[in-house]
């Protein structure tokens, strides 16, 4: 089995800093594309950013400038930096990863969310 597990979340200021860690951890053959999304309160989730495992990148327009996804191949890991943050970023954050288990088998997973909350 695969396990996203994801650290960082808590409060934030506005104009803050926070960052995002997600380990992926189990049957790993190879963890394909890493993302993060997010899901406000009566809202749906939203792909915030992704990376390749080449390292290449796609942001949602609204925080682009803002948000930096990296991630380390070696660990498994994915991070999401957070800067400028604002009052509308409040929502769950989610990891997701594409895994190939095996060769011929790749599945998407998500982490547990972390709780991110942007207020003064």
């Known amino acids: 089995q695969v396990q996203l597990v994801e650290s960082g979340g808590g409060l934030g200021q506005p104009g803050g800093s926070l960052t995002l860690s997600c380990a992926a951890s189990?049957?790993?053959?190879?963890?394909?594309?890493m993302g993060w999304y997010r899901q406000a309160p009566g809202k749906q989730r939203d792909l915030v950013a992704s990376?390749?495992?080449?390292?290449?990148?796609q942001y949602a327009d609204s925080v682009k400038g803002r948000f930096t996804i990296s991630r380390d191949n070696a660990k498994n890991t994915v991070y999401l930096q957070m800067n400028s943050l604002k009052p509308e970023d409040t929502a769950v954050y989610y990891c997701?990863?594409?895994?190939?288990?095996?060769?011929?088998?790749?599945?998407?997973?998500w982490g547990q969310g972390t709780q991110v909350t942007v207020s003064s």
């Open positions: 990376i390749t495992r080449g390292a290449s990148t």
């Open positions: 189990g049957s790993l053959f190879k963890v394909d594309l």
């Open positions: 997701n990863a594409d895994v190939q288990t095996s060769r011929f088998v790749k599945s998407a997973y």
